[in-house]
């Protein structure tokens, strides 16, 4: 399964993409809002995790336009 991780603490994403990776799960990750969203409308995933504090767009806006978008992405929030 690939998950969408999107976080701009570059040591945390790298933690938390190792420990999904070690569960077998395909990781990107996107380190700001503006990725993120492109991704999270272009791309298929299993689910996201999701920051709200990012650059460029904040969490909460990235996941308003996927709702917007009619995506249906399971998304966890840190």
Same mark, same amino acid.
């Given at each position: 399964m690939r998950i969408l991780l999107v976080e701009d603490d570059a040591p945390?994403? !790298?933690s938390i993409a190792? *420990?999904?990776r070690e569960e077998?799960?395909?990781?990107?990750?996107?380190a700001d809002g503006e990725t993120g969203a492109h991704l999270g409308?272009? !791309?298929t995933y299993?689910? *996201?995790v999701l920051d709200l504090g990012l650059p460029k767009q904040?969490?909460?806006s990235v996941l308003r336009?996927?709702?917007e978008q009619n995506r249906p992405l399971p998304v966890?929030?840190?």
């Open positions: 945390l994403a !790298e190792q *420990a999904l077998q799960f395909a990781v990107d990750i996107a409308a272009t !791309e299993a689910a *996201a904040d969490g909460l336009g996927w709702r966890l929030i840190l």
